[in-house]
């Protein structure tokens, strides 16, 4: 089945986006994660963590900044050497892995555009080189998506700002040496809000346990607490109250991403699919010799290539430098209401089987549920999509 997926995302249109360098990097990234990472998937999800070494590991190979400065130990690729690797990281089927690992990826995109370079030297160089580890702090207990209207204070002491608050639900929030953080510096609305490199040891940051969830088990989640935390003003990414603005740039790439993820997701569940349904006898008779199976994958196929496509497509656009929010929102929504759809109906063409644990439909049935509330719920998405539309 692997080798149906990949001739059919090797044709014309796949080669519209990728290059043969492209495909290199694929390659080395898929031998890396076939020989490193899916080995040990089931014992990570079960402990509920994974070796920091393998952040070092990432770093030394530079899967983990290829899209970044050269200057600070980057490759400068395009976004679709970053699709590439992301994608070939997904095969190994767990995605909490996977977000933990490149929790960076949204911590950091506003210190490359708007830090300064004392700031990128700092706060890049050592998580480029996989020697510490990024988050991204934004949603709160009081609220998610409404990020105008979070509560986090920074008051300005100096040449410090005094941090009051927490977030919630943070990706590496546990393990993060520096967090990229949303806090209050202004009056109550978007026009307040700045963003902080806060770093773990700072006096009066703490965190949580472990949150223990439905999906993404291997990925450390947790809440983080401010209580009267120093922060140098140094430590400030660009101007005073366009943080707002600089967040709502990040979300992008982020959603953009879940896209992939989600696309990936379904990926796999058709493949899981396919080679079940060719080997699981019923009636006397293999599960594909059932038109209705043969149907509902057919119907799955179908999605995943148009959802495919169109992330392609919009991330052509965003590479190219264009600014698409509407499309953005509209590639995340339609991603994950794909892999919605391929989650459940891989899991019923599983039968009992999809419902144990150990079963990758299983786990990829879990993991897929946060992807519609991350980085901006559906209705959220919804309501961007509808602003441009009406």
């Given at each position: 089945?692997e080798?149906?997926?990949?001739?059919?995302?090797?044709?014309?249109?796949y080669?519209q986006?990728?290059s043969?360098?492209?495909?290199?990097?694929?390659k080395a990234?898929?031998?890396?994660?076939?020989k490193e990472?899916?080995?040990?998937?089931e014992?990570w999800e079960e402990?509920?963590?994974?070796?920091?070494?393998l952040?070092?590991?990432?770093g030394?190979?530079?899967?983990?900044?290829?899209s970044?400065?050269?200057e600070?130990?980057g490759?400068?690729?395009d976004w679709f050497?970053?699709?590439a690797v992301l994608?070939?990281?997904?095969?190994?089927?767990?995605?909490?892995?996977v977000?933990?690992?490149?929790?960076h990826?949204?911590?950091?995109?506003?210190i490359i555009k708007?830090g300064?370079?004392e700031?990128?030297e700092?706060?890049?160089?050592p998580?480029?080189?996989g020697d510490?580890?990024?988050a991204?702090?934004?949603?709160?207990p009081?609220?998610g998506s409404d990020?105008?209207?979070?509560?986090?204070?920074a008051?300005r002491d100096g040449d410090h700002y005094i941090?009051?608050?927490?977030?919630?639900?943070?990706?590496s929030g546990?393990?993060?040496?520096?967090?990229?953080?949303?806090v209050?510096?202004?009056s109550?609305?978007?026009?307040g809000i700045?963003?902080?490199i806060i770093?773990?040891?700072?006096?009066?940051?703490s965190?949580?346990?472990?949150?223990?969830k439905m999906g993404w088990?291997a990925?450390d989640?947790?809440?983080?607490y401010?209580?009267?935390?120093?922060?140098?003003?140094s430590?400030?990414?660009?101007?005073e109250?366009k943080?707002?603005y600089?967040?709502?740039?990040?979300f992008q790439?982020?959603?953009?991403?879940m896209a992939i993820e989600?696309n990936?997701?379904?990926?796999?569940c058709?493949?899981e699919?396919?080679k079940?349904a060719?080997?699981?006898?019923?009636?006397?008779?293999?599960l594909s010799?059932?038109?209705?199976?043969r149907?509902?994958?057919?119907?799955?196929a179908?999605l995943l290539?148009?959802?495919?496509?169109?992330?392609?497509?919009v991330?052509a656009?965003?590479n190219?430098?264009?600014?698409?929010v509407k499309?953005?929102?509209?590639?995340?929504?339609?991603?994950?209401q794909v892999?919605?759809?391929?989650?459940?109906?891989?899991?019923q063409?599983f039968?009992?089987?999809?419902?144990i644990?150990?079963?990758?439909?299983?786990r990829?049935f879990?993991?897929?549920?946060i992807?519609?509330?991350?980085?901006?719920t559906?209705e959220?998405m919804?309501e961007?999509?509808?602003?441009?539309?009406?």
């Open positions: 089945m080798g149906d997926v990949e001739a059919a995302a090797n044709g014309q249109a080669q986006y990728f043969k360098q492209h495909d290199l990097l694929r990234v898929r031998d890396f994660v076939k990472i899916t080995p040990h998937v014992e402990a509920g963590d994974f070796p920091r070494e952040y070092k590991k990432i030394d190979l530079g899967y983990n900044s290829v970044y400065p050269e600070y130990g490759s400068d690729g050497e970053n699709i994608e070939e990281f997904c095969r190994c089927s767990s995605f909490g892995l977000a933990s690992l490149f929790s990826g949204i911590a950091l995109p506003p708007h300064t370079p700031q990128k700092k706060f890049l160089r998580i480029i080189a510490r580890i990024a991204l702090g934004v949603t709160e009081s609220g990020v105008a209207s979070l509560k986090t204070t008051v941090v009051n608050g927490s977030k919630t639900f943070i990706t546990v393990n993060a040496d520096q967090l990229t953080c949303a209050r510096t202004g109550e609305g978007a026009h700045s963003l902080l770093e773990s040891d700072s006096p009066g940051y965190v949580s346990d472990k949150m223990k088990w990925s989640t947790g809440e983080i401010f209580d009267n935390c120093r922060v140098p003003v430590n400030r990414i660009g101007e109250n943080g707002f600089y967040q709502m740039e990040n790439m982020e959603r953009l991403g989600c990936m997701i379904s990926e796999l058709l493949e699919s396919l079940y060719k080997e699981r006898e019923a009636f006397g008779k293999a010799g059932f038109q209705v199976t149907h509902k994958l057919s119907e799955m179908t290539e148009a959802s495919r496509e169109f992330t392609y497509r991330g656009m965003v190219a430098g264009e600014y698409k499309e953005v929102s509209m590639a995340k929504n339609f991603a994950c892999s919605d759809k391929l989650t459940f109906d891989a899991t063409i039968g009992g089987y999809g419902f644990r150990g079963n990758v439909v299983e990829l879990r993991d897929n549920r992807m519609s509330i991350g980085g901006g559906t959220i919804n961007i999509i509808s602003k441009h539309i009406v």
